[in-house]
Every structure is written in C-alpha cells, then in structure tokens.
C-alpha cells in the first residue's frame, strides 16, 4: 500500500535565477567556439541540458500539492507553496487539498418500512493523502461521488422515514444521529482513496410522488388522532376536579344518575370542536 511521502523541492526563483545565469553562459560560450567542432558540439550539449532543466520548474498553488513520479514511481509530493525546482523528469500531478462539496442527486430508494421515498445528501470532504487518491483509485473524484450515493442509499434503507415514538431513530426526526451515521458510513468507504469527510448531512427528503398524498393525508390523521387524545385527556381532568370541588365545599349533592349527567355535558362542551349553544334551565334541578 502507497502511503504520502513529504518531499521538499528547491527554491524556484533562486533555479530560475541559476538557470538563466548557466543558459547565458553557454550561449555565448558557443558563440566562441564556432569553428572548433568538437567545441561547438559540447557548447550545444551544455546548451541543451540547461534547456531540459528549464522544465524542471513548476508551481505549487495555495492548498494544492504535487504528487512526482519518476519513471512509474511515485517519488514524493509536495506541499509547500510558490515556484518550485525538481528534477525535470518527475511527472508532476496536481491534487487540490481544498475542501470541497459533493451533492448527490434525488435518489429514490424504498426506506426501512417498504415505503418508496426521494433521498439527497450533501459531503464535505478534502484529500488527506495524496498518494492514495493518485494511485489507490483510478478516479478520487468519481469515487467519492459514487460511494457516498452508495452509502446514503444504505442508510435510507436501514431507517423509517418517521417514527411514531421518539426512542427509534427516523429519517426525518432524528437529523442528528442520521447524520453521524452517514458520515461514519461515508467515511468508511473513503478512508482508502485518502480522503476525510469533514460533515455529512441530508439536503433533501421527501416521500416519492406516487404515494406523497396518502402519507399526507395518514400523517394528518394522526395528527387529529393525537390532538384529540390530549383534549380528552384534558377534559377528564377538568370534570374530576369539577366534582371534587363541589362534593368538597357542599355547593350541591348529586346522585349518580345527576354526576353522569353533568360529566356527558361537560365533555360535551370541553371535547367539541364548535362553541357549544348554552341552555338555560328555569325550572328546578330536579
């Protein structure tokens, strides 16, 4: 397995300089020699091998690296910014060390329940090893677009995309924990093409559009259903302490025919989902 190996390259601009320097020197070396063959063909050889070291220079932008090779071999990167100086021969590979963003497209996969949903994540990720992106996959780029579209279609598969309590982790209510498994799982996958997942997130979650207005509609039902639930609950308990506070201070003495009674009308009043139509009694209580 290759592994980065840091590799430090000549000042540029002092190469640059000797470079000129050498390369004046021969040219108006041979212009003293001509007529002299073998003179003139070691003028032209020195002239021609400060020529080839010219192509020794190259630059190394800001957050870039450049991986050398020579030969096939990998020889080294470096990291360190401005106009550097190696051996003209290196092959020199530029890697962006700039951290970048990845958005997949809306995937539509089926979640953990059967249900077909639209899935989209965003990654941030940077080269962390360059050799391992240059020669442990064909294509970093592509890698990374293609396995973090195979995680997240994972992922979706492995939750619901609600919950009905808040203990099991959903798709759309537990946006914390989906994330930090989606970035473990990314991450997973492209530890070996030498990149790290700095986040991970959904940006994009919606039922599919086949099925979109029936979980609309069953989400609204619940919703009633749990309204309702808690406007009984509270009713309940608004008659019970109704009663107690009238057996307590003796206001009136109802059977149990009369407490039914006056429980029916108080849920009636408190439950309905309209201003209930007061009607008042003339005659006695009984």
Known sequence: MIQEKRRTAPNGILGLLVLFIAQAVCIFGFT??????????????ANLLVFICWFGLFMVNPNEAKVLQLFGKYIGT???PGLRWANPFYQKTAVSLRVRNFESGRLKVNDNSGNPIEIAAVVVWQVVDTA??????DDYEDFVSIQSEA???NLATRYPYDSKDD???ALRSSPAEISGHLKTEVQDRLEKAG???IEARISHLAYAPEIANAMLRRQQASAIIDARQLIVEGAVGMVEQALAHLNERGIVELDEERKAAMVSNLLVVLCSDEAAQPIVNTGSLY
């Not at 020699?33 to 032209?44: K, S």
């Not at 391992?132 to 996959?137: D, N």
């Open 32 to 45: 003293q020699v001509i007529g002299n063959p073998v003179m003139m063909i070691t003028a032209g050889l």
């Open 195 to 197: 990149v790290e997942v």
């Open 132 to 137: 391992e992106a240059i020669f442990r996959v």
């Open 78 to 80: 470096v990291v360190e």
């Open 151 to 153: 995680a997240l279609r």
């Open 167 to 169: 203990s099991t982790i």
